[in-house]
């Protein structure tokens, strides 16, 4: 709902004032800004490509902030953190609720994330045709060993996201969101794209830069050629700590009938349940997993 105003009653939302336009026409008359992979919306600026939207672009970045936050926000801050004018924030705000991304708040006049971002959320497991065929197996291999229990895919060569989820059963948990995004060399999920996948992903990841999470992140284009040849070799990934303390993951791929890589299956938890080195039980029921779903998918 848009809160109503005497002022601005077609629009609906608290109109900035107007000496901010000169702003917004000095910001249309520089170069765009790309914004840096892994939704920080308040990342320094890059060169756009001649083909960028901007005004789209914005709108996307506006978007991230919120969701970043997880609360409500105003124009001000938003305006503040974007290094934009309040009155550019106020355009796309109002275009956002008007289709539903984005709803306002009647008395705080603040905003946040609207029903049609958690609607594509919800569609997210739709486009990749394995999660149907998993979810069984994913419950077994749940019920079997108590872990979380995640199912990812490859966006492409800049990371894997999560495409499904079921919380284990022991007493404390660590869960994640679908829609979750990790960087390939950081992550079981992404080794096993790295491994698995197209045979140019990994020199490509090299080539951008390996990203420090945490200290035992893998950095070293060596020491990364390494672990992937050593996961493609053994059938099985994890990434203890690499993207976040106190985290593990152990995760084997998936294939399709015509044996392509399709995404992969893991038990995920605290180093407390699943250490650096793994209990073998868990990574035998994560690889008869993938096998039954491989299988499921056509793949033989």
Known sequence: ?????????RMGIVKPKQQD?????????????????????????????RYAVQSLMLGLRVIEALAASGKERGITELAMQLKTSKWRIFRHLHSLCEEGYVTQDPVSD????????????????????????AREEMSVLRDHRGHTVVLAAPVD??????????????????????GAIFDLHASAHGKAAL??????????VIARGLRRHTEFTIVDPRV???????????????ACEESFRGVNTVVAPLFSASRD???TIAVFGSVEALPR???????????AAAHRISQKLGWK
């Open 224 to 238: 990364l050629r390494r672990e992937i040849e050593r996961v493609r070799s053994q059938g099985w990934a994890s």
């Open 195 to 204: 491994a698995f996948g197209p045979s140019d992903w990994l020199e490509r």
């Open 110 to 133: 603040k905003f946040q994330l609207g029903r049609r971002i958690y609607s594509l959320l919800e569609a997210l497991p739709n486009r990749f045709n394995f999660v149907r065929e």
């Open 277 to 287: 080195s793994p209990d073998r039980k868990d990574i035998e029921a994560v690889m």
């Open 157 to 178: 060569d800049s990371g894997v996201v999560v495409v499904d989820a079921i919380e284990g059963v022991h007493a404390v948990q660590f869960s994640l969101k679908i």
């Open 261 to 263: 890589f399709v995404g």
């Open 21 to 49: 336009a000169p702003a917004e026409r000095q910001a249309r008359a520089r170069k765009g800004s790309v914004r840096a992979r892994g939704g920080d919306a308040t990342a320094a600026p890059k060169r756009a490509s």
């Open 1 to 9: 709902m848009i809160a109503e105003n005497k002022k601005s009653p």
